[in-house]
């Protein structure tokens, strides 16, 4: 495993860290005694980011790392969310960043992982009025003064105008971290916003790597009715472009000597300034195969060109279409 400098956080991060949110039932019941074996395998890899948040499982992503890890816990690096009400009674969690609220919230996963500070707080999905407001970032300075959290930042979703949400957060000091979607077939906004970030030494984790199955190639076109995550929101004329697409970029892909789901990561690793790639594994053997992709290399500056030009010229037709 290879590490690298998270921004200005002073944090030693491993290439590909894990997320939780792959043992939280999204993708497949794992039980708990198979959730630990994964989480200390993943440590014995070398990784050791841990990205979770309070409402994966409803506080089960959190307190599962205890549990896997016990006093151990303090020895690993720490990213949480917070910004879903998950106290509230139903199961549609709304949204809350309110001081009250996110100081409440931040104080439970203390609890539940067995960790003051989190070592990396983030703000859940908080749409552009949020992030334009100052209350957010004096309830972050608040977090760090109050020895809740080491360092704090935002994670951003898929469904907004991340571009827009990403430069606004930036411009605040307060951000250390931020987080996004990035990968070969959804290139923008991230190159952008990774660029930005690196400008202002913020450090950049990303997140769906695979595009939910499809450059791991552990889903195909038939498969594409099963995504339960992210993927979901896309209709089918975005899957099947993402699909042509990815048709076109394995002819160089293929030319490393590496699998799928390694090169899908070694692409973000040589094409952006990031720090950690976060990955979703249900298993040992899959969990193995993304850890071992950093050790393979980063790909030629000629091979990153192409998949981004492929990735511009499809881009441009979908524009047009």
């Known amino acids: 495993m290879k590490y690298r400098r998270l921004g200005g956080t002073g944090l030693e991060v491993s290439e ?90 931040v104080r439970k996963s203390v609890e539940r992982i067995g960790k003051r500070p989190i070592d990396i707080l983030q703000i859940h999905n908080p749409p552009l009025e949020v992030l334009k407001s100052p209350q957010l970032y004096r309830t972050l300075r608040n977090m760090v003064e109050r020895g809740l959290a080491e360092h704090v930042g935002i994670a951003l979703g898929p469904e907004r105008d991340v571009l827009r949400e990403a430069l606004e957060a930036i411009e605040h000091s307060e951000v250390e971290v931020i987080q996004f979607v990035y990968n070969a077939l959804e290139q923008r906004p991230g190159r952008e916003i990774a660029r930005a970030a690196g400008e202002k030494g913020i450090g950049v984790l990303v997140r769906v790597p695979h595009a939910s199955g499809i450059l791991s190639e552990r889903i195909d076109r038939e498969g594409t009715e099963k995504l339960k995550d992210h993927r979901s929101l896309r209709d089918k004329a975005w899957l099947e472009w993402a699909f042509n697409l990815y048709d076109a970029m394995k002819p160089i892909f293929r030319g490393y000597g590496a699998t799928p789901g390694q090169n899908a990561i070694r692409f973000i690793l040589s094409s952006i300034p990031v720090s950690s790639v976060v990955v979703i594994a249900t298993s040992e053997e899959e969990l193995r195969e993304y850890a071992e992709a950093p050790d393979k290399g980063l790909l030629d500056p000629e091979a990153v060109s192409r998949i981004i030009e492929l990735y511009e010229e499809a881009e441009k037709r979908w524009v047009e279409r």
Do not use: C, H
Not at 44 to 66: P, S
């Open 16 to 105: 590909v860290s894990y997320g939780v949110y792959s043992l939280t039932g999204m993708y497949g019941e794992i039980g708990v005694s198979d959730a630990i074996k994964i989480l200390r395998l993943a440590w014995d890899l070398g990784i050791n980011l841990f990205d979770t948040a309070d409402v994966y499982g409803k506080g089960y992503g959190e307190e599962i790392l205890r549990r896997a890890f016990g006093d151990g816990v303090k020895e690993i690096v720490v990213a949480t969310k917070v910004g879903y009400d998950i106290y509230a009674p139903g199961k549609r969690f709304q949204r809350r960043y309110d001081p009250e609220y996110i100081e409440y919230a």
